[in-house]
């Protein structure tokens, strides 16, 4: 095997955490002695153990003069579990590959300066660029104070998410809406306006045939128009960002107060990131994706095109607003990638250039 292919088995095992180490990132390590993997392992939730010490310890007395290859660098400071440089100084390794540094401001390169200081050579490079594609909500949350946000939608051919008289059950196909479940089940939070809400009384939960979390839900109602009733007040953690000072629905909803008159989508996304929130899915309407694309909040878009042909005048598209004066001012997307699920079409891009994502620092959300 070659060093590429042991950094690749390193990013396998970390995104086998997808979706469950936040506010941590997923990483993954292995140990390789002589040539052939002696250790391997990965971090499974925030709290638990690291992967480079899973995989020392898998190595043992192994790890003695041993490679390590992980996709991260390693951290040099005390947070839920004590640094993992320590440990692989201690075991004795004598080169790490990594393929980024860590973007968050406690380590930054402090880990790599840490373990040259004890004498161990270190690498970094190795998988960059999927290391930073694995990690990319990691980097935005370190780099920007603020969570991943990705926008998605479903509509028909000639760009309708319903039809006039509001009936929008089911434009996607059955493999789309499976596909969102499973983004459900990674992203910490979804978030929605009041008008989805009166107009669907969503649950947004997370309905798979194997085990799935259910994300913590985010409610954008400026006036309070939603009734206590509705199903997204149900079991779970809900937080509901408002103008109003109303008394809280009840003990497990969350308020987050604006002082309006409509509820601040930056401010709040700095808010949900201060609550250990990295990443939210937004299925929102037309209003609240076109605002949150003013916003600047939007990192990603998904666009599920079904083979569908609505019409009218009067039914809605993804982005409402009045949109942009002229085509140049236009919000370009990056990185275009497109695919067949089921019988629709996943259209998704960035909606910031690569070279704002990739090993950057963003100073605003």
């Known amino acids: 095997m070659k060093k590429g292919d042991f950094m690749a088995r390193a990013l396998e095992l970390a995104a086998r955490a997808r979706g469950r180490t936040s506010p941590n ?16 392992g990965f971090h499974e939730r925030a709290g638990a153990a690291h992967a480079e010490v899973v995989a020392l310890k898998c190595a043992g007395e192994l790890a003695k003069g041993a490679e390590l290859y992980v996709n991260l660098e390693p951290c040099s400071h005390q947070g839920r579990t004590p640094p ?21 401001p406690l380590v930054a390169g402090q880990g790599i300066a840490r373990l040259q200081e004890a004498g161990v050579e270190v690498s970094v490079g190795l998988g960059a ?22 926008m998605k939608t479903a509509m028909s051919l000639d760009g309708k998410i319903a ?50 979390r259910d994300p913590i839900r985010i ?6 128009r939603i009734p206590p009733t ?25 308020m987050v107060m604006f002082p309006g008159p409509k ?19 937004l299925e929102g309407g037309a209003g609240l994706n076109a605002a949150a694309i003013q916003a600047g909040i939007v990192d990603k878009a998904m666009f599920f ?41 996943l259209v998704e891009g960035y909606l910031s250039p690569p070279e704002r994502r990739e090993g950057v620092v963003h100073r605003t959300c």
């Open 305 to 345: 095109l079904a083979p569908l042909i609505i019409g009218g005048q009067q039914a809605p598209t993804p982005v409402g607003g009045l949109g942009v004066h002229w085509l140049r001012d236009a919000h370009p997307l990056h990185d275009l990638k497109a695919c067949r699920v089921g019988e629709d079409i």
């Open 84 to 104: 993992c440089v320590e440990a692989i100084i201690q075991g004795g390794i004598r080169k790490v590959y990594a393929s980024i540094t860590d973007p968050n």
């Open 25 to 40: 990132p997923m990483v993954g390590a292995v140990v390789v002695k002589d040539g052939q993997i002696v250790g391997e």
């Open 230 to 254: 509705a199903q997204v007040f149900g079991p779970g953690r809900v937080i509901l960002a408002t103008t109003k000072t109303d008394p809280p629905l009840s003990p497990h909803v969350e």
């Open 163 to 212: 039809t006039r008289t509001g009936d929008a059950r089911w434009i996607s196909g059955t493999a789309s809406r499976r596909l969102v479940h499973q983004l459900r089940n990674e992203v910490d939070a979804i978030m929605v306006g009041s008008g989805t809400v009166l107009a669907d009384n969503p649950r947004l939960t997370t309905r798979l045939v194997e085990e799935g």
């Open 129 to 150: 660029e999927q290391a930073a594609k694995l990690n990319e909500v990691f980097i935005k949350y370190m780099g920007s104070g603020c969570p991943f946000v990705i």
């Open 219 to 224: 409610i954008i109602d400026s006036q309070r």
């Open 263 to 281: 509820v601040d989508l930056v401010q709040l996304a700095k808010a949900l990131a201060d609550r250990e929130i990295t990443s939210v899915l």
